[in-house]
């Protein structure tokens, strides 16, 4: 038995948060990590920790989903990329958390580390780059495209959206730089007619896309606003 146990076992949870929020020892978070009593608190430790070891182990070891899962999503913020082992380390926990497909759930951890405002933007954009399913890059283009602080967090989902009628969604339902760089990237002649018999977007831009899409040549960068448009 302990004479002095850390302040992060104890069973007032809001006493073991606080404590480990001051803590600063590696080795004492990596403990926290592993062996405090409640999920909530091994959570928070595990989102401290640097050591990928440790992390794996974790990922192995650990009884509660949630804490496994932060580990995973931890060790893909450190990487700075998808590990190249993600999908076998993935494998441990598909079956635990009932989803039965390892790309949907390292789709879905992506996904939540690139909406994550805890997260730098950096490592979200990061993981924006990583992903493939559009549907959660749809969403992510629509939450986060039109916001001053989030633009290129939505540039970079729309960058990887293919899907014309994805692209269309967000030309047609957002409001500047999401419209403006979703429209940059359909292919779809019939759907760019489409959008050009929208008053608010400039007609004659919109047969220069047209004409880009069959000689290449790039369009002039437009700012669209609610109704009009004005070239730069």
Known sequence: MELFAPAWKSKDINKALKALEKETNNKSIEKAAQNAQFPIVRMAATNKLTDQVVL??????EQDNDVRATALKRIIILENKIPEDLYNISEQLKDSIGIADTYCLVEALLFNIAGSSDNEMSERITAVQQMNDEQ???KLAMHFGDNYDTTALGKEAIKRISDDN?????VLNSMGAAANEALKY???????RQIANNSRFDKSYIQQLINKNKTGV?????????????YI
């Not at 359909?186 to 760019?192: N, P, V």
């Open 56 to 61: 794996s182990n974790i990922i192995k070891n």
């Open 186 to 192: 359909i292919k779809d002649e019939a759907i760019l």
């Open 136 to 138: 959660l890059l749809y």
């Open 218 to 230: 790039p369009a002039p960068v437009l700012f669209i606003f609610i109704t009009n448009a004005i």
């Open 166 to 170: 994805l692209l269309l969604n967000i």
